[in-house]
C-alpha cells in the first residue's frame, strides 16, 4: 500500500515508517523536517498547508496522522489549535478530494485530563489544557469524515506518555537531572503512570494498515503500570546510583512550580521546572487498556525492560 505519514520524521514516526517498509508498503514521510533516517522519502511541508497536503495525497492509500504542537511550553497558544485542529481539517479535505478510505490518528491521553481514574475509550473526555482538548477537537472532526461514508476506516489511537531511545521528553528529562543529581522527589511517589514504550507503539501503528471499516478507539499503554517510585528506582538502579531518601511534600513542590512559572513569564526564558510539569508529574495518570489487548496485541518489550533500553543507550554508552 501506499501510505502517507504526517510527521513521519519524529520520534515515533521515523519507528513506524521503519516498520512499514519492512512490511513491503511505499511510504511517504510528510514533515516540516527532513528525516534523518528516511530523507528520500521525506516531503518537507507544513500539515497546516492544505493545498500541498492535497498534491502530495494523490496516489495515496492510507494517511497516518501523527504531526502535532505537543511540548508543555508552546507559544503562542494559537499554535495548538492551528496545527491539531487545522491539521485534522486539511487532513480529512485531503482525503475527501483523493478519495483516501482509510486514516490512522495518533491522539493522546490528554483528552481524559487529570485523576480519571482509569478510564477507557468510553470515559468522556475532559481535557485539562491546550494540548488535550485540541487532539479531542481533531478526534471530532476525523470521526465526522469516517461517519460521512460506511467504506472509510478510522482508527483513533490515544497513547500515554511515550518514551525511548533518541527522545527529549519528560521521561529523558527526569532521567538526566536523576543522572546529574538535581532530581527531588516530590509528593510520596505512590501515583501510578501509564506509559508505553515507543517501539511497542511502533508495532501496534504498523499493524493498522488492515483495519477494519468504521470508527474504533484504542488506548495504548504498557501494563502493568508503574509507580512513580518505581519508574525512579529503576533509573537510579540502571545508572548504577544510590536514589536519595528526601522528597519534598507535594504543595510546596506546586509551590515552586508557579514561581519558576512567574520567572519564565518576566523573563521569557524556558524553565525545567513548571507547575503544569509538576502537577503531571504526581498526578494518577493511568489508562485502561483491555481493548487494546482483546485486539490480540501484544507488546513485544516490558516497560522496565524499555526503560532500561532508553537509559543504556542514551546514558551509559
Known amino acids: 500500500m501506499k501510505i502517507l505519514i504526517t510527521g513521519g520524521s519524529g520520534f515515533i514516526g521515523t519507528r513506524v515508517v521503519e516498520k512499514l517498509l519492512s512490511d513491503g508498503h511505499d511510504v511517504k514521510i510528510y514533515d516540516i523536517q527532513k528525516s534523518v533516517k528516511y530523507p528520500e522519502l521525506t516531503v518537507e511541508a507544513d500539515v497546516r498547508d492544505g493545498e500541498r497536503l492535497v498534491e502530495e495525497c494523490e496516489g495515496i492509500d492510507i494517511i497516518y496522522n501523527l504531526a502535532a504542537e505537543h511540548a508543555d511550553d508552546v507559544k503562542p497558544l494559537s499554535l495548538y489549535a492551528q496545527t491539531n485542529i487545522g491539521g485534522a481539517e486539511n487532513i480529512v479535505n485531503a482525503a475527501r478530494k483523493c478519495d483516501i478510505k482509510r486514516v490512522v490518528f495518533t491522539s493522546s491521553v490528554a483528552v481524559y485530563g487529570l485523576n480519571r481514574g482509569t478510564p477507557d475509550e468510553k470515559c468522556e473526555p475532559r481535557p485539562f489544557n491546550e494540548y488535550g482538548r485540541t487532539k479531542y477537537e481533531a478526534e471530532k472532526i476525523f470521526e465526522s469524515w469516517a461517519n460521512e461514508d460506511t467504506e472509510r476506516s478510522l482508527t483513533i489511537v490515544r497513547p500515554s506518555v511515550i518514551f525511548g531511545e533518541g527522545n527529549r521528553g519528560n521521561v529523558y528529562n527526569l532521567i538526566r537531572q536523576i543522572k546529574e543529581g538535581k532530581f527531588l522527589m516530590i509528593g510520596d511517589g505512590k501515583n501510578r503512570k501509564s506509559m508505553g514504550y515507543v517501539e511497542n507503539i511502533a508495532e501496534f501503528l504498523s499493524s493498522l494498515t488492515e483495519a477494519d471499516r468504521g470508527c474504533e478507539i484504542y488506548n495504548f499503554a504498557g501494563k502493568p503500570d508503574l509507580s512513580s517510585r518505581e519508574i525512579v528506582d529503576i533509573i537510579y ?81
Do not use: C, Q, W
Not at 521569557?268 to 502537577?279: A, L, M, V, Y
Open 237 to 317: 538502579d540502571t545508572l548504577g546510583m544510590k536514589r536519595p531518601l528526601l522528597h519534598i511534600p507535594y504543595p510546596i513542590g506546586v509551590a515552586g512550580g508557579y514561581l519558576f512559572d512567574f520567572l519564565s513569564t518576566v523573563s521569557g526564558k524556558n524553565f525545567p521546572i513548571s507547575s503544569i510539569r509538576i502537577k503531571k508529574f504526581t498526578a494518577e495518570t493511568t489508562i485502561d487498556t483491555k481493548k487494546l489487548h482483546s485486539s490480540g496485541f501484544e507488546s513485544p518489550y516490558s516497560l522496565e525492560e524499555g526503560l532500561r533500553r532508553m537509559i543504556t543507550h542514551d546514558f551509559l554508552k
